[in-house]
Nanobody, 128 residues
Framework: QVQLVESGGGLVQPGGSLRLSCAASGSIFSINVMGWYRQAPGKQRELVASIISGGSTNYADSVKGRFTISRDNAKNTAYLQMNSLKPEDTAVYYC??????????????????????WGKGTLVTVSS
């Protein structure tokens, strides 16, 4: 019922820039946190950056000053602007969102439930 779709990955030279997008769609009542994670070959998935609905952000030390996360609440979309890219930024980048959905029971009672969703990822390769 809820989908996250990432886009914007690709091949870029060291020092270059890319902008990733993550669009959420489906049965969405509200979105609290949206975040970007990445997983390099042979490594664990790690948090890159996150942003809450009010706009407060959090970054991994390795990307501070180079990456900027933002979101458009009206479009249910998060962005990751990546500048000064390094070969060590090469990874599959995944979007994650904490989404609340409104549903109804068979007796037409409304209720809400929340869960985290993941996108399928977009590959970023930084190489000359």
């Amino acid at each position: 019922q809820v989908q996250l779709v990432e886009s914007g990955g690709g091949l870029v030279q060291p020092g270059g820039s890319l902008r990733l997008s993550c669009a959420a769609s489906g049965s969405i009542f509200s979105i609290n946190v949206m975040g970007w994670y990445r997983q390099a070959p042979g490594k664990q998935r790690e948090l890159v950056a996150s942003i809450i609905s009010g706009g407060s952000t959090n970054y991994a030390d390795s990307v501070k000053g180079r990456f900027t996360i933002s979101r458009d609440n009206a479009k249910n979309t998060a962005y990751l602007q990546m500048n000064s890219l390094k070969p060590e930024d090469t990874a599959v980048y995944y979007c994650n969102a904490d989404i609340k959905t409104k549903a109804t029971t068979e007796s037409d009672e409304e209720y809400y439930y929340g869960r985290h969703y993941w996108g399928k990822g977009t590959l970023v390769t930084v190489s000359s």
